[in-house]
């Protein structure tokens, strides 16, 4: 009996223990499980503070980039020196490009130039690009296909020959072949001139001035149809034996234009303009690339 009754006892020391135990385990188990869900949601809150904050990062630039009033991307041919090209730095330069970034640095705007093909412009600026044609972009003949800036700079289209070509004026052009860019005012202006370019042996048009001086160079051409201005600046830095005809084949102005219906920019670059020509930077950008004041605005 005695025996049966330790047994017992034993049994429900046993059975006691076995529950301890069992109780300690789960509050474990409960303990981590609670440091674990602890351990998530700080982590998830500090996930969200972080996400917050970028996101008022993110606002706050965006805010700042509206408040800078956005990108003022300029279309140009990087192959028409003085107006727009490369440098030797391998940075984008010329007048007209300078003319923009001071403009885009009066509005607040961030300046960006982007080299397009000339003949592709208008696709450019229809899908929104460009903000602008800006390049030595003659507005005679096109004063309806966009929204302009009041002329900034007169110009007029020329032949350019080699000096000893024996050819004096544009007479002497009769049976020559005669090279322009593709989609250039000296085309048009060529065009509009079907007597003289009847008399010509040939009209090539090439990709930009650059190759066309260089067939003028070899001989693959006898003589060249361009901007004054343009021709001025290729024949100074080629140091080239060129000249150009005293015969102009047509005036006409450079301004800077815009797509059709966007006046609002326009306007604000005429305007800025118009402050640069009162405060003498027209002038003196002007005069870094040209030796002289060539500009237009009020005057």
Partial sequence: MKKRTFCLAMAAVMVFGLTGCGGAQT??????????????????????????????????????????????????????PPMGFMGDNGEYTGFDLELAQEVAKRLGLEYQ??????????MELDSGNIDCIWNGFTMTGRESDYEWTEAYMANSQVFVVAADSG??????????????????????????????????????????????????????????????????????????????LEDHL??????????KGNTELRDKVQKTLEEMAQDGTLKAISEKWFGEDVTTIGK
């Fill in 113 to 122: 130039p982007q080299p397009i093909i000339w003949d592709t412009k208008d």
């Fill in 27 to 80: 509050k474990g188990e409960a303990a981590t499980t609670a440091e674990s869900t602890a351990d998530t949601t700080a982590a998830d809150t500090t996930a969200a503070d972080k996400a917050a904050d970028t996101s008022a990062a993110e606002s706050e630039t965006s805010a700042e980039a509206q408040a800078a009033g956005g990108h003022f991307i300029v279309g140009f041919d990087q192959e028409f």
């Fill in 250 to 259: 047509s005036a006409e102005e450079y301004g800077v234009g815009f797509k």
């Fill in 167 to 244: 050819i004096a004026s544009m007479d002497d052009l009769k049976g020559k072949v005669v090279e322009c860019q593709a989609d250039s005012s000296a085309l048009a202006a060529l065009n509009e001139n079907p007597d003289l370019t009847a008399t010509f042996k040939q009209l090539l048009t090439t990709a930009d001035y650059n190759s066309a001086f260089m067939d003028l160079e070899q001989g693959a051409v006898d003589a060249i149809a361009m901007d004054v201005i343009v021709a001025g600046y290729q024949i100074q830095q080629r140091n080239a034996d060129f000249v150009i």
